[in-house]
């Protein structure tokens, strides 16, 4: 069953109403902030503003297909509860997409103010993105491909994050400039701090620590902490 009071993961009412803000929050900003200062985001997020770009093809369509096509490369290594609850994100996400879009944005274009974007861009996706990760869920696939990839190399997530990061900043210079990068890295390590944050917020987390050179099993429910 999907909805379960017992089992650890699974949603309850509890962490779909988590999701739904979560999703809400994060691509509001996406849509209202991001999309129209040039500022993007490292990771799927990022990749899909990119997309977005060079095809035209809406996020809410994007969204669904790049988490997909990640989900079924790190199946056969993910449990199943895990795949289920950010299957469900990764739809509210792309329903929050459609919805945004049948409106204009509805916040000041901040184009001329890039760090007032940056910073402001973060903090919308850190909060959301938190908020999902806090339930178990991710926030896209490149979540579970994190995962995947710092098993298959041996190497620590966060050492996988900061390149797919990196790698999607620097093909964003096809469509955005080297000045508006810039401001995409503070967008970066805003909403990094804020996911950690909002993930752990009154919890009593273990402290990670260089002996721990390669992701756990476990560390799916965890897998914030790494972003940074």
Not at 55 to 61: A, D, K, V, W
Not at 76 to 94: E, M, N, P, W
Request: charged fraction near 15%; charge should be positive.
């Amino acid at each position: 069953m999907l909805f379960s009071k017992n089992k650890k993961r699974l949603l309850t009412t509890g962490k779909m109403a988590a999701i739904l803000l979560g999703t809400a929050i994060s691509s509001f900003g996406i849509y209202n902030i991001h999309r129209q200062t040039h500022i993007t985001e490292g990771g799927v997020l990022g990749l899909i503003l990119l997309l977005n770009n060079w095809t035209g093809i809406s996020p809410s369509l994007l969204t669904p297909i790049l988490d997909i096509l990640c989900y079924g490369f790190a199946f056969r290594y993910l449990g199943k509860d895990f795949i289920k609850i950010s299957l469900v994100s990764t739809l509210c996400l792309a329903g929050f997409f459609k919805l945004w879009e049948q409106f204009p944005p509805v916040l000041p274009n901040l184009s001329s103010y890039p760090l007032a974007a940056a910073i402001a861009g973060g903090l919308f996706v850190g909060i959301g993105v938190g908020l999902i990760i806090r339930q178990g869920a991710s926030s896209g696939g490149d979540d579970a491909l994190a995962l995947i990839l710092s098993k298959l190399l041996h190497c620590r997530i966060s050492r996988v994050y900061l390149a797919t990061d990196i790698t999607v900043l620097g093909l964003s210079l096809t469509y955005i400039s080297l000045n508006r990068i810039a401001y995409s890295l503070v967008t970066v390590i805003i909403s990094s701090l804020l996911i950690e944050y909002v993930q752990n917020a009154g919890k009593k987390v273990k402290p990670e620590t260089d002996a721990e050179p390669v992701a756990a099993e476990e560390d799916i429910v965890e897998i914030a902490d790494a972003k940074l």
